[in-house]
């Protein structure tokens, strides 16, 4: 048997139909999940008495087998042979245990079924993603205490603004990636209903369990709704729009790091083993890894958009359509921990060139908000500070040199409130450690943040390592 439908057909479908229609080339990355399905679905099947409990355990116990034995192929291969891996996992079951496989499709649809495997697979591929934010955000707080006391420009629009330290810069990506992960966390909440039992669109006439088959496949309880159940994909669009989220933060972090390995910053150097050459010009060092993670975004986003658009104008309930899901699905997990893994390497590997960077934090201009509150706590009000400082920013640029070079005169006529100490200003680790604000960059702070982020990740890491070989 290699189809599960066809006795209403007169004729075979068209060879081209079948390369157009047949999925098995895709959803093979469903097996285990699958498996798992029909297994909790047998056990059920048995337990209701629609099969004796005999006839069950020898379902599962075949579906151990197959998974055994089809864990050593490559499907792909057999891709012109099956429809999908629902069909695929049958036919092979049919192999193992003869005729009496042919029960377990017993009050069940694909279409609730490839709702369910979906949501079993990513239930534990989540916990696969997470481990690996939580590894990539190890090596981010390990550079950020390596570097905690590096001081660089901070920039906006691209433009030296304020002193901030490498450890503070690091630990903006901690944060983002911890955002990420919650977003995971909450997706995999939410999709933790098991559509099985809902059928092709209506449930069943049969006695069936469906509170039994959610417990045992670890799901808080079965989806109430059974038209929602076999068309939601809301679950996949979560995950994808979790992924595109954490990509647009991959990309903006690698690209500071190129602009960073440039000549112009030069505040870092990528390691030889993360970096590439030109085949013409020898000199060249290109960061071309880091360019990969932003070229990639474009796929993140565009895997999101794919199954948004699937999506918006399909009638309820199910419809074919909805198995495109798949390719953009898996794709995005691929690119992502693929992503994840080498990105790890790459900044792990970073050589921080303090001597450019110091030379960089040193631009007193970047001293010119700390001027400001200056005379601001000299009891100066707000406005007219800005208005003394811009005016001697002014003069500064005019004059071509910068405000740490303003004799003490100049300063005091431009306001009365400076004294000579205005001079200690212009340094860096005076800049930051004169912070007081939570969240700001003061070293003391960023250490705190370093002890709190290496305790809460490595503690994450273990518990995420457990739920792992639970399989959760
Ligand atoms: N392969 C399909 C999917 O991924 C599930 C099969 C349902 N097919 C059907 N003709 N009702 O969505």
């Known amino acids: 048997m290699k189809k599960l439908w066809g006795a209403r057909f007169r004729s075979e479908l068209h060879e081209t ?6 999925s098995l080339g895709v959803d093979h ?18 337990k209701v008495g629609i099969i004796s409990e005999r006839d069950s355990r020898t379902l599962v116990k075949g579906l151990w087998k197959v998974l055994a034995a089809l864990k050593r192929k490559n499907l792909c291969h057999m891709s012109s042979e099956y429809e999908d ?42 916990t ?24 660089i420009p901070g920039y906006t629009h691209l433009q030296r603004a304020q002193v901030v330290s490498l450890g503070h810069y690091f630990l903006a990506y901690v944060e983002m990636l911890e955002r990420d992960k919650s977003r995971f966390v909450d997706a995999r909440k939410r ?17 069936i369990d469906r509170a039994y088959v959610a417990k045992l496949l670890g799901f808080q309880r079965p989806t109430s709704n059974s038209l929602d159940s076999v068309s939601d994909r809301d679950f996949v669009i979560e995950v994808l729009s979790s992924v595109a989220i954490l990509f647009t933060h991959l990309s903006r972090f690698s690209e500071d790091l190129v602009l960073w390995a440039s000549q112009e910053f030069g505040f870092i150097s990528l390691d030889d083993q993360f970096a590439t050459g030109s085949s013409l010009m020898p000199h060249k060092k290109n960061p071309d890894v880091l360019e990969l993670v ?45 992503t994840l893994a080498i990105l790890n390497g790459t900044v792990r590997t970073i050589r921080v060139d303090q001597a450019a960077c110091e030379r960089a934090s040193k631009d007193s201009f970047l001293f010119a908000t700390d001027l400001l509150e200056y005379l601001v706590k000299k009891k100066v009000p707000f406005l007219e500070a800005h208005q003394i400082v811009g005016a001697l ?10 405000l740490g070079g303003l004799s003490f005169e ?43 982020w290496k305790e809460r990740l490595k503690a994450e890491a273990k518990r995420l390592m457990q739920a792992h070989h639970r399989g959760q």
């Open 17 to 22: 139909a079948k390369k157009f229609t047949y």
């Open 29 to 46: 990355e469903l097996l285990s999940a699958e498996i798992k399905v029909s297994m909790a679905h047998a056990l059920m099947l048995g």
């Open 85 to 126: 891996i629902h069909t695929l996992i049958q036919a092979e079951l049919e192999k193992k245990v003869g005729k009496l496989a042919r029960r377990l499709h017993t009050g069940r649809s694909r279409n609730d079924l490839v709702a369910t495997s979906m949501r079993v697979y990513l239930k534990e591929k989540i």
């Open 128 to 151: 696969v993603v997470l481990e690996a934010i939580n590894q990539f955000q190890l090596v981010l707080v390990a550079q950020a205490e390596r570097n905690r006391n590096v001081l």
């Open 191 to 207: 999709m933790n209903e098991c559509p099985l039992g809902a059928g092709a669109l209506a449930g069943s006439t049969l006695p």
């Open 294 to 338: 932003r070229g990639k975004t474009g796929q993140a986003y565009g895997n999101l958009i794919s199954v948004l658009v699937t999506m918006k104008g399909l009638p309820l309930a199910y419809n074919r359509d909805m198995q495109e899901d798949k390719m953009s699905l898996f794709a995005s997990l691929r690119i992502l921990l693929d």
């Open 393 to 402: 920013v002014r003069y500064a640029l005019d004059s071509h040199t910068t």
């Open 410 to 452: 100049t300063y005091q006529k431009y306001s009365r409130a400076f004294k000579k100490d205005v001079f200690d200003l212009f340094d860096p680790k005076v800049s930051i450690s004169s912070k007081v604000s939570s969240g700001s960059p003061k070293p003391e702070l960023v250490a705190k943040q370093i002890r709190l």
